[in-house]
T-cell receptor, first 111, second 115 residues
Framework: GDSVTQMEGPVTLSEEAFLTINCTYTATGYPSLFWYVQYPGEGLQLLLKATKADDKGSNKGFEATYRKETTSFHLEKGSVQVSDSAVYFCAQGAGSYQLTFGKGTKLSVIP | DAGVIQSPRHEVTEMGQEVTLRCKPISGHDYLFWYRQTMMRGLELLIYFNNNVPIDDSGMPEDRFSAKMPNASFSTLKIQPSEPRDSAVYFC?????????????FGEGSRLTVL
């Protein structure tokens, strides 16, 4: 069935470091891909999305490119800030109206 | 818009008690989803509704769980009787888009602790 696999955390980085969180998916069709972010004590909120192959989603300095050939949607940011500390979820939507989420990756950024 | 509103934010109860979680979706959104989040299992979809009708409840763990959506602005998730393993954060989410490119809007969650 459809699934999403993302790198296990937690990830701890120093401020201004480069961030990559890996995400791969399996799907029978051509899903839309999403990154959601969950700040402490809050619900998930959409960070960025891509709806077709080679699309790049971007927001708040974060980017992810839909790679059909490698079935991946890795999240990157060139210079993280303490305020980026959160849990990041990769998700896909294919063939139905629900989303399938990865297990989440906790990011901690230290000053 | 006020966003998705959930209540209560925190609930502590004893095993065997009935628990009712409530959700008010964003006005105009046709889809409503109930998720459960735990450290061990991550984010799990329990059930979702379209135009107040349950579409897929295959994620509901067992008969102790039930969900209703009596109208477009209100949904409940009920656990009766509750058990310690039901302890989790329960999220409600809604969306308006009928395709998978649409954004899900989440509430702040209801943290349930069953003693």
């Amino acid at each position: 069935g459809d699934s999403v696999t993302q790198m296990e955390g937690p990830v701890t980085l120093s401020e201004e470091a480069f961030l990559t969180i890996n995400c791969t998916y399996t799907a029978t069709g051509y899903p839309s891909l999403f990154w959601y972010v969950q700040y402490p004590g809050e619900g998930l909120q959409l960070l960025l999305k891509a709806t077709k192959a080679d699309d790049k989603g971007s927001n708040k300095g974060f980017e992810a490119t839909y790679r059909k050939e490698t079935t991946s949607f890795h999240l990157e940011k060139g210079s993280v800030q303490v305020s980026d500390s959160a849990v990041y979820f990769c998700a896909q939507g294919a063939g139905s109206y629900q989303l399938t989420f990865g297990k989440g990756t906790k990011l901690s950024v230290i000053p | 818009d006020a966003g998705v509103i959930q209540s209560p934010r925190h609930e502590v109860t004893e095993m065997g008690q009935e628990v009712t979680l409530r959700c008010k979706p964003i006005s105009g959104h046709d889809y409503l989803f109930w998720y459960r989040q735990t450290m061990m299992r991550g984010l799990e979809l329990l059930i979702y509704f379209n135009n107040n009708v349950p579409i897929d409840d295959s994620g509901m763990p067992e008969d102790r769980f039930s969900a209703k959506m009596p109208n477009a602005s209100f949904s409940t998730l009920k656990i009766q009787p509750s058990e310690p393993r039901d302890s989790a954060v329960y999220f409600c989410a809604s969306r308006e888009d009928s395709t998978n490119t649409g954004e899900l809007f989440f509430g702040e969650g209801s943290r349930l602790t069953v003693l």
